[in-house]
């Protein structure tokens, strides 16, 4: 049971955006990719969630083949998105903006009792219900953004740099919480981040990317700690 990326390869057009990128998560763990604005990250989940098409390779969630798949159907299989724009809509309130994530599903029980997990989760979520989610701040918006998402009981959640534009304290807040929701929520992560000492600090195994290529990917731990890799990619 695992994600399993094999010498996966994507262009825009003439632009070369990941290039022979192999990796594998094993299910249940989290895995941080990191890498430096162009590296490819973005690119790479959205091919992942069926929004991209993929040159050549193969990508494998628990052994059936992702990639071409239709984006509706990998949802359904239990692969959701997060995207990069803190996706919520603005003219809804937090409540309806939970509400219409689970709309789709059948089990209304469940519904309720996998929205008041995500509630315990971010409890800012549940002090906020009835307020416009445009008023959000970035950090309850990101938060609403992956809150929408769980409704849906993902199994395999990407997560496409989840840190981005908020204030360090908010972001260690965020980085903590997608650490419990591994275990809490029975997920296998892909954290796509700019971050890497906050994204590495929680993960598992890490996954450096630089201008499309993996350059290392070993346990997050050892990339912390490895000094070349350190000084030539992470920037600390
Ligand atoms: N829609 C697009 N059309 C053309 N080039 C793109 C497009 N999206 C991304 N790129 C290029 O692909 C490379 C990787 O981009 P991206 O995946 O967004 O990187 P990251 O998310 O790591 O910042 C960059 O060189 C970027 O300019
Ligand atoms: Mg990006």
Known sequence: MSLVVENLTIDHGAIRAIDNVSFTVPTGQLAAVIG???????????????????????ATWNGKSILGARPEDLARSGIMHVSDGKSVIAELTVKENLALAGLWRKDKKDVAAVTSEVVDLFPVLGQRMSQASGSLSGGERQMLA???TLIARPKLLLLDEPSLGLAPLIIEQIFQTIKSLVAKMNLTVVLVEQNAMGALK??????VLNLGSVVAVDSAQTLLNDPAVRAAYLGF
């Open 36 to 58: 430096a604005n162009g590296a490819g990250k973005t690119t790479l989940l959205r091919t992942l969630s069926g929004l991209k098409e993929s040159k050549s390779g193969s």
């Open 202 to 207: 929680i993960a598992d195994e890490g996954i």
């Open 146 to 148: 992956i809150g929408r």
